[in-house]
Nanobody, 128 residues
């Protein structure tokens, strides 16, 4: 299974982006999906997660209020809408898949051992 992120780029402060995570095959019946991000010089942190089988979602403090996670199971894709972008949102954004909700919903990757699948990440750069 491969996860491919897209939708990143350069955006001005206050703007919006919608990131996509597309899987190479349908896994949403068994796998949960999480979005993580890693800013320069910082640890990889969890942002949000979803169980695509029933739409249950969770947001870490870093993602509350401005981030919306959703899925389109027919397209094997999970989205992360980010509004009111700030320079502190500059990071590489990764999606991950695992059968365990606790892993994809981790607040930090230090809490996770052996995530089943990671994407290669997509860069989001927010200019002042």
């Amino acid at each position: 299974v491969q996860l491919v992120e897209s939708g990143g780029g350069l955006v001005r402060h206050g703007g919006s982006l919608k990131l996509s995570c597309t899987t190479s095959e349908f896994i949403f019946d068994k796998y949960k999906i999480g979005w993580f991000r890693q800013a320069p010089g910082k640890e990889r942190e969890g942002v949000s997660c979803i169980d695509p089988s029933d739409g249950w979602t969770k947001y870490q403090d870093s993602g509350k209020g401005r981030f919306t996670i959703s899925s389109d199971n027919a397209k094997n894709t999970v989205y992360l809408q980010i509004n009111t972008l700030d320079v502190e949102d500059t990071a590489v954004y990764y999606c991950a898949a695992d059968r365990l909700l606790s892993k994809v919903c981790a607040s930090n990757v230090r809490e996770v051992t052996g995530m089943d699948y990671w994407g290669e990440g997509v860069l989001v750069t927010v200019s002042p």
